[in-house]
């Protein structure tokens, strides 16, 4: 899928996931901390894609997501990538064949998702207010590249992170302290593994199964039959499934905060 459906898919899947966490387990959030982890779930929805390096030097290619801070993250995208072809030839099985570019390798596993999202609490638990602030400024820079695609190319990367650094700064002055951890490493796990669930259903698939071995293969790509598939930015990816993402987000912010403009059986 595209920038904006991986970006859509995660914070609908994070608005969904506070409804049902209201509702079934009485866990009630502020609408500030609903939207932070909206907008925290949404980036890391693209952060996979972090892996398609453009060409630095020329200030061109990448991703939509290796875009948002310019030049500093396609440098990053270039450092990711090449990293996880090391790390896809260091554990390559026979049958694997070799690769010269690292685009949905590491960062399409499931290892992958559960270490950012691990890493990014234990990150703010060690230190604390400038982890905090460090997370919120890149997730919500991936998230505003993500949701407003065309609003960020007209005003550009610098307007970008300037947004997000101040997005960032004024939440975490407004968030009270205490529960927010765990729910920023969850959000950034939840992110992720929306991102690879977005890519299975495309022809070319993710290598959802490493490390585990399959017919002396390490990195199968797994992904839906061709006639199945999801082609990308096809009618069925910007019109279907943004649509559905969309109505999931809407119903899910009515359900939390205005239940009775909803028919019974959805409040
Ligand atoms: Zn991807």
Redesign the pocket.
């Known amino acids: 899928m595209m920038g904006p459906s991986h970006a859509l898919s995660g914070a609908s899947a994070w608005l969904a996931s506070c409804w049902a966490l209201d509702r079934l387990a009485g866990y009630e959030q502020s609408p500030l901390a609903v939207a932070v982890g909206t907008a925290v779930c949404a980036g890391s929805a693209l952060l996979?894609?972090l892996d398609l390096s453009g060409r630095v030097t020329a200030n061109r290619g990448g991703a939509t997501v290796a875009r948002t801070f310019g030049v500093f993250s396609l440098f990053l995208a270039e450092v990711i990538e090449k990293v996880s072809l090391v790390v896809y030839h260091a554990t390559k099985l026979r049958k694997d064949p070799d690769r010269t570019n690292g685009h949905?390798t590491l960062t399409?596993t499931l290892p992958f998702t559960v270490l950012v999202g691990w890493g990014t609490t234990a990150a703010c638990a060690r230190y604390g207010r400038w982890a905090v602030i460090g997370i919120l400024f890149f997730t919500i820079g991936l998230a505003l590249r993500g949701l407003f695609e065309e609003w960020a190319q007209r005003v550009g990367w610098a307007v970008v992170t300037l947004v997000a650094t101040a997005a960032a700064f004024g939440t975490y002055v407004a968030l009270p302290p205490g529960r927010g951890y765990p729910m920023l490493g969850f959000a950034v796990g939840v992110g992720c593994l929306v991102?690879l669930l977005g890519?299975i259903v495309t022809s070319a698939g993710i290598p959802i199964l490493w490390p585990v071995p399959v017919g002396r293969r390490a990195w199968r790509m797994i992904g839906v039959p061709d006639g199945l598939a999801v082609r990308v930015g096809g009618t069925v990816e910007v019109i279907v499934l943004r649509g559905a993402f969309t109505i999931v987000a809407l119903l899910s912010i009515a359900a939390l905060y205005v239940p009775a403009v909803l028919p019974p059986p959805l409040r």
């Open positions: 996979p894609d949905r399409h991102h890519d």
